[in-house]
């Protein structure tokens, strides 16, 4: 089986999400009406356009942007994660760090709400969301420390909290997150675009919803924070600023995230230019046109990763006993796992969840994974992800390797990167930034 095959359905599946031509897709101009699917927006009506944004691949809906607008665009700028920018002429881009928020992220925050305070209702606010949002347009609550919310991030990432948990307790301990930025852009004319990272396309989970109501609470972030530190026995490691703070917006001595009906949304716009949805789609139209019998597993995966490992082993060989042609078989999955670090090692989801389903399909011949984030990161690293079949795990024995040690420890990083350094192979898939981030996809190919 050629893994030449696997990396080809992954990169039309980066195409189809690709940014730039996404925003071109759904951002016209004629003569001087802005359109944006279907809906349009008079420009002679407004005295400046502001553009601004983050997450990590906004600096290529930018770049559509000012494709279509040009200068006319008055003011602008993006926070991006570190080698995530692209040439821009009119909108400024920062660099920060992400996962785990850092002060240049602060600095950037800082200066978009600077920009904000200069709004009125003659302002069109075009706002670009992606994947990463979160962690990259960051302003820490009244009383909050960035080493409070660093910590807070790590804690519940190491954790295995689920992308609504982490963004309802971030939400809640932010500035800008859970609607609080468009309240600060009102009484302008807020315009969304958004490249969504999150499963169901939730727009007060993607990049923490800081343009749209928030359905989360004070309360729900406390049960979130408290049930954490039961489960995990991290009293002693969780910053008492924290716990405080939500306890005090429990008690409404701060006052919570704007709620749906609140005057700050009368004149904001949403639109989702890219999803997973699109990814798979694609992914799926490409294995059809190389000929395999292709099957969409779940655009909804989630859960610990090595436990969704089992998951896709299992759903592979019922597909392959029960396909009639004996063509060879292509099963798609995507979403966004968790896990669970018990270990010191390194890693990241993808790579755990192709270390799992290596150990799972180990001896079985005929199968092949690639589990990889679209946006070309996985965890902490440098990679994306793995490929792996049923002669990884047998490999790495020979080589003294013991893969269920490795994964034990959280360590696959660590694991591929010795596989390929003593077999000369290439198990660790490392792309580099992709310039897209619609969350991570699983290809398995199955032979005839």
């Not at 359905?215 to 924070?225: E, G, M, P, R």
């Not at 704007?258 to 009368?266: A, H, L, T, V, W």
């Not at 018990?342 to 290596?358: D, P």
């Not at 150990?359 to 946006?375: F, K, Q, R």
Request: charged residues 25%.
């Amino acid at each position: 089986m050629e893994r030449d095959a696997i990396l080809e359905i992954y990169h039309a599946a980066l195409k189809a999400t690709d940014p730039y031509i996404a925003v071109k897709k759904a951002v016209d101009l004629k003569e001087n009406t802005l359109i944006i699917n279907k809906t349009e927006f008079d420009l002679s009506s407004f005295s400046r356009v502001i553009v601004i944004g983050a997450g990590k691949g906004t600096a290529s809906m930018a770049q559509a942007v000012e494709n279509v607008l040009g200068n006319r665009i008055d003011a602008g700028l993006i926070i991006v994660k570190y080698a995530h920018t692209m040439h821009l002429k009119n909108i400024r881009q920062v660099e920060a760090s992400h996962p785990l928020p850092d002060m240049a992220g602060v600095r950037g925050t800082d200066n978009i709400m600077e920009l904000l305070e200069k709004v009125d209702d003659k302002t069109l606010i075009i706002c670009l969301l992606s994947g990463g949002g979160s962690a990259l347009l960051v302003l820490p609550a009244y009383g909050i420390t960035l080493e409070d919310k660093q910590t807070t991030t790590d804690l519940l990432l190491k954790s295995g909290a689920t992308i609504d948990e982490l963004n309802t307790v971030r939400k809640h301990l932010s500035k800008v997150k859970g609607g609080l930025l468009a309240r600060m852009a009102w009484p302008a004319t807020v315009v969304t675009l958004i490249l969504s990272d999150v499963i169901g396309d939730r727009l007060d989970v993607i990049a923490s919803g800081p343009t749209v109501p928030d359905h989360s609470t004070f309360t729900d972030a406390l049960k979130i924070v408290t049930n954490l530190i039961e489960k995990q026995g991290l009293k002693d490691k969780f910053p008492e600023g924290v716990i405080d703070y939500l306890r005090s917006g429990v008690s409404a001595r701060v006052s919570e995230t704007p709620k749906e009906g609140e005057p700050c949304f009368n004149n904001t716009y949403v639109f989702i230019v890219g999803s997973l949805s699109q990814a798979i789609s694609a992914a799926r139209d490409k294995a059809e046109k190389m000929g395999f019998e292709t099957k969409i597993v779940t655009d909804k995966l989630q859960g610990e990763a090595r436990y969704a490992a089992l998951y896709l082993a299992d759903a592979t060989r019922e597909t392959r006993k029960s396909r009639k042609d004996g063509k060879p078989l292509c099963l798609i999955s995507g979403g966004e796992t968790t896990v669970t670090v018990k270990g010191n090692g390194l890693g990241g989801r993808n790579q755990e969840l192709a270390l799992a389903f290596a150990v799972a399909i180990e001896g079985e011949e005929g199968i092949m994974l690639l589990s990889a984030g679209t946006d070309g990161t996985d965890g902490p690293t440098d990679a994306a992800g793995a490929v792996v079949n049923g002669a990884t795990a047998i490999n790495a024995k020979q080589l003294g390797l013991a893969p269920e040690a490795y994964l034990r420890n959280n360590d696959s990083y660590t694991f591929f990167k010795r596989l390929d350094a003593l077999s000369y192979g290439k198990a660790h898939f490392i792309t580099g930034p992709t310039g897209t981030n619609v969350m991570d996809m699983q290809v398995i190919l199955v032979e005839e």
